[in-house]
């Protein structure tokens, strides 16, 4: 069993940056980022491949957030800029056992117990 910790959460004026960081207790390779804000169905923010070559970002968030790990220290970031009220939400990171990216919430094994992000305007 993988736990998967974040940290980085708060509460940011919009435009203003965060950076979310995912610590797994052990070896997960396909990971993403997922968010759900108040009476919405969780959403896929961003996804990153186990090479860190392959990348998905959700429209609302590319070109605005940048999702990257760092496989030695199991750790997987997203840095977000220019961020929107909109952005408000439980930011949750997850972990599966395929090398391949994928936006496949069902392929998704471990999940973090999620990090509040709240944008005022």
């Known amino acids: 069993q993988v736990q998967l910790v974040e940290s980085g959460g708060g509460v940011v004026q919009a435009g203003g940056s965060l950076r979310l960081s995912c610590t797994a207790s052990?070896?997960?390779?396909?990971k993403a980022w997922f968010r759900q804000a108040p009476g919405k169905e969780r959403e896929l923010v961003a996804a990153i491949s186990w090479s860190g070559t392959s990348t998905y970002y959700t429209d609302s968030v590319r070109g605005r957030f940048t999702v990257f790990r760092n496989n030695a220290e199991r750790t997987v970031d997203l840095q977000m800029n220019s961020l929107k009220p909109e952005d408000t939400a439980v930011y949750y990171c997850?972990?599966?056992?395929?090398?391949?990216?994928?936006?496949?919430?069902?392929?998704?094994?471990?999940w973090g117990q999620g990090t509040q992000v709240t944008v005022s305007s």
């Open positions: 052990g070896r997960a390779y396909a």
């Open positions: 997850a972990a599966g056992q395929i090398l391949a990216l994928t936006t496949d919430p069902r392929m998704f094994d471990y």
